[in-house]
Structure formats: C-alpha cells, structure tokens
C-alpha cells in the first residue's frame, strides 16, 4: 500500500467515524493548490522581463543587439517557470488572491462531488489546499437553516486552524471532531444511509 492510498485509507476512516455521530455527510476533498495562478506567473515574468531589460541597458559592457531579445526572453521565461513552483507562487501571490482561489475552488468542487445531493441538503465540504496551507469548509443549505452563523464560522475556523498544514493524524482527529459538532445539530436517525462516498478525492487545478 503507498502512502497516498494508506493516507486515503484513514481519512476514509475518519469520515465513517464522524458520520457515526451525526445525519450530515462529510465530503473531504485535497487539492495540490486552488488555482494554476498564471496571472501571477505572467506578472512575475513582465516584472522580470523589464528588469532583465533595464539591466542589459545599464550595465557598461558592450552587449550586440542581437542579444538582447534572447537574453531579455530566456530570463523572463526562467520567471515564468520558476513561478509555477509552489514556493515561489505561494510567495508572490498575495493572501487576497490565494483566499478567493479557495473560495472558487470549494464552489467548484461542492458542485461537482454532489454535495448538494444529499434528501435534506445536510453537506458539509473540507478542502485541504496544500499550497495555500489553507483548509476551508463549506456547508450546504440545510446545515445552514439549522445551525447559527456563529457556530458555522467556529467549526469553520476550528478547521481552518488544524488542518492547514499537512499533519494526516491532527486531520483525522478534526474530522471525527467536526462530526460530533455537528451531531449536536444534526443527529443522525435510525433509518439514516450514507448518501454520499466517504473516501477523500483531489480536486483539480482551475
């Protein structure tokens, strides 16, 4: 068994153990990043770009003009390479942008794992985005009707701050935690089924 799978195979576990203490259905979905963030890659480039420019100008060495595209254009292509690493993209996107590339991407996947799917819109999404070192959770109509905004936003945070980084046992643990929360509100019923899959899928890149 790898690891990606023994890692499936225990947040599988989790959400079966949250699931035991409440009516809602937990989908977990991990995303390598919430965005492919070319905007910032192409910015970076320009950024480089003109700097590579600026420099073949100023530097007093005689450089033929025939250089100075290859030179100006390898540099601002290295750029743009080097912004598709996840380091170098987490460092030059700002919070603003990375929190609203999460934002999409949980709308996105909420739609698309059939969250909504569920006979009394009782969902709740959890992403985990690896290169943001965000978690998020987005709740579905009737998690909203019957549960106040301030406990939402507490579970949401609770999450929020455990499960940022990529500590598998810490998620397991705020898994089944979410679910006993949850139960509070939402208890599950005697003829309850499980209406939705409890093993953890990848989002991808938008």
């Known amino acids: 068994m790898t690891s990606n799978e023994e890692s499936g195979l225990r947040l599988t576990r989790a959400v079966e153990e949250a699931e035991r203490h409440t009516g809602s259905e937990i989908v977990v979905v991990g995303f390598a990043r919430a965005d492919g963030y070319l905007d910032v890659a192409f910015r970076n480039?320009?950024?480089v770009a003109l700097a590579a420019l600026g420099l073949v100008l100023m530097v007093p060495i005689d450089i033929h003009e025939v250089l100075v595209f290859p030179l100006v254009a390898g540099a601002s292509l290295a750029a743009f390479w080097a912004s598709r690493r996840a380091g170098i993209a987490r460092a030059t996107?700002?919070?603003?942008?990375?929190?609203?590339?999460i934002r999409a991407a949980m709308a996105a996947a909420f739609l698309e794992r059939g969250v909504t799917r569920t006979r009394d819109r009782v969902g709740v999404l959890i992403g985990f985005f690896e290169l943001e070192r965000e978690a998020a959770v987005l709740f579905d109509v009737g998690l909203q009707a019957r549960i106040p905004d301030d406990v939402r936003a507490s579970i949401a945070e609770h999450v929020r701050t455990r499960c940022a980084t990529a500590d598998l046992e810490t998620r397991e643990v705020t898994i089944a935690e979410v679910g006993k929360r949850l139960g509070a509100w939402v208890p599950r019923r005697t003829d309850d089924v499980d209406e939705l899959p409890n093993a953890p899928t990848r989002g991808g890149v938008r």
């Not at 996107?93 to 590339?101: K, P, Q």
């Open 93 to 101: 996107t700002t919070r603003e942008r990375r929190n609203a590339a």
């Open 45 to 47: 480039a320009s950024v």
